[in-house]
């Protein structure tokens, strides 16, 4: 049987990058389908069986069904191609599609929800009268919004990253991936998310759809990829010098400790 051909830290970052990509183009087509469904059709449902009556925070039953369908079907896809890299360098990648598909679903939501969080609009009184609320008597509402979107982040981060801990291929203990740069992978989620929630209230300014967090995200992607596809080179390949100087020093001491050869045995092997 043939071995596979190593493969170079540029060429895992482009594979990263590519399979990031057309994963997010072929889900978004099936993905507004199933968001679509989920707006005009199984909102209905759930209305109906009383499971979804007003809506979640700032998202209506409509588009809280539709978001959360929507994203299923594309982050499966996207996390689908995603595996097709890491199986190659990991034990078990397949939890890999579960644990993302959770973790961006929920960051789909936040964002979303975020984004629908109005900035300014009108209060009542006591007295009854309306009064226009500006965004400084907004700023508790959108700051709890921004957090649930960082925690989301975070729960994606801390998901992925066990499933590579989990499943990763080397003579090193598994406690040696805790160390190092392998964390990284956590810290960037948290400060992808960190932009996101930045970007999101910077741009729609409480004015949020659908479509606008379609866009949102299509422009979002390749700035993801390619930031997480370096992190990912950088853990991979700072793993595998930990494990070159490991073995060098097992080697080493392996020397140290052998018997040198006797004075017969060095006759021998003059003879």
Sequence with gaps: MQKQRALSAVGLWWRWVLATLV????GNIFGIAACLAGVHYL???LIDLRICDTGFGSLNCPVSTGIVSGAIVVVAFVSLMQYLVLRRFFKSPAWWILASTFGWTWVAFAATSLAYTAQFGFVI??????????IIDRIPVLAVNSLWLILAGILLG???????????QS?????????????????????LVIFMAVAILTTFRGQGSL??????????????ATITGATLVKMLYQSK?????????LDAKVDANSPLPSSDENSQLEN
Excluded: C
Aim: aromatic letters at 16%; charged letters at 15%.
């Design 158 to 168: 801390v998901l992925q990253w066990l499933v590579l801990w989990n499943g990763q």
């Design 125 to 134: 009184n006591v007295d009854g009268s309306f009064a226009e609320s500006n």
């Design 23 to 26: 994963g997010a183009a072929i």
């Design 211 to 224: 479509y606008g967090i379609l866009l949102f995200f299509l422009g979002f992607t390749p700035f993801y």
């Design 171 to 191: 003579k090193v203990s598994n406690l040696k991936f805790l160390n190092g740069r392998s964390l990284l992978w956590i810290v960037v989620n948290v400060v």
């Design 43 to 45: 909102s209905d449902r």
């Design 241 to 249: 010098k930990v494990i070159v100087k490991v073995d060098a020093k």
